[in-house]
């Protein structure tokens, strides 16, 4: 098999020594309702997919054969049909690979209707007129927006740390974020100078991990206003 359409060394699971031994279908969901999905090896999560279209045969074999084949657990998820038909699946087999990835695409679709959409002027005024104000003054409020900037995360911090904000941004896959930054006075050039050279850091370190601050916006009483002009909305 051509192996160029193998994931990166990096993400490659590391390869089994071994492709043998029973299976202990009960003892797997036994962990997977009490404990989740995270107590589960990618091979074994490959197992109990498996399960569904090979009921007479011990999975665990062909799962850890398959990880090796094609790299990882997302390497097979991902895989070209006509690949799969080469490693020995079979149809049924390879349309039950396929529902995992369809099945998120759907959830994703989904969870749209319950994350508000923040990629203009309008929407995010609504949006911070509708959640509580921090408790404790002079603080950040980051919002972590996905590719189609609706919310994925909303995180107040106390300190301005840019660490821990791009870590966070991290964590959630985001890729824009909008930070609000409150005051409980008003603003003197000398803050606005300090918070305008915060964001060009921020904005700074922020792009090698491909993340868009699209706006830094200072909440003074019951105003919101932008340092950076509304840059990074829709029209």
Request: charged share 25%; glycine share 4%; proline share 3%.
């Amino acid at each position: 098999m051509n192996n160029s359409s193998l994931p990166s060394e990096l993400s490659r699971s590391k390869p089994f020594t071994r492709t043998d031994g029973g299976g202990h279908r009960a003892r797997l969901r036994k962990r997977l309702l009490e404990l989740g999905a995270e107590s589960l090896q990618d091979y074994e999560i490959l197992e109990m997919l498996l399960f569904f279209v090979i009921r007479r045969r011990d999975t665990k074999p062909l799962a850890k054969s398959l990880i090796n084949q094609f790299g990882s657990l997302q390497g097979v998820l991902d895989a070209k049909k006509e690949d799969l038909n080469k490693a020995g699946l079979s149809e049924k087999t390879i349309e039950l690979l396929y529902f995992p990835e369809k099945i998120a695409q759907s959830l994703v679709k989904k969870d749209h209707y319950h994350r508000p959409f923040l990629g203009d002027w309008i929407n995010l005024n609504i949006y911070l007129d509708s959640i509580s104000q921090p408790v404790s003054t002079e603080c950040l409020r980051v919002l972590y927006l996905n590719t189609q900037k609706y919310l994925i995360d909303n995180k107040i911090y106390t300190h301005q740390n840019i660490s821990v904000i791009i870590n966070q941004a991290l964590k959630n896959y985001a890729v824009y974020a909008i930070v609000v930054r409150y005051y409980s006075k008003e603003m003197d050039e000398v803050k606005k100078e300090l918070e305008l050279e915060f964001y060009h850091a921020l904005n700074e370190a922020a792009q090698p991990f491909d993340l868009n601050i699209i706006d830094y916006i200072i909440k003074n009483k019951q105003n919101y206003y932008t340092l950076l002009n509304q840059k990074g909305y829709e029209d």
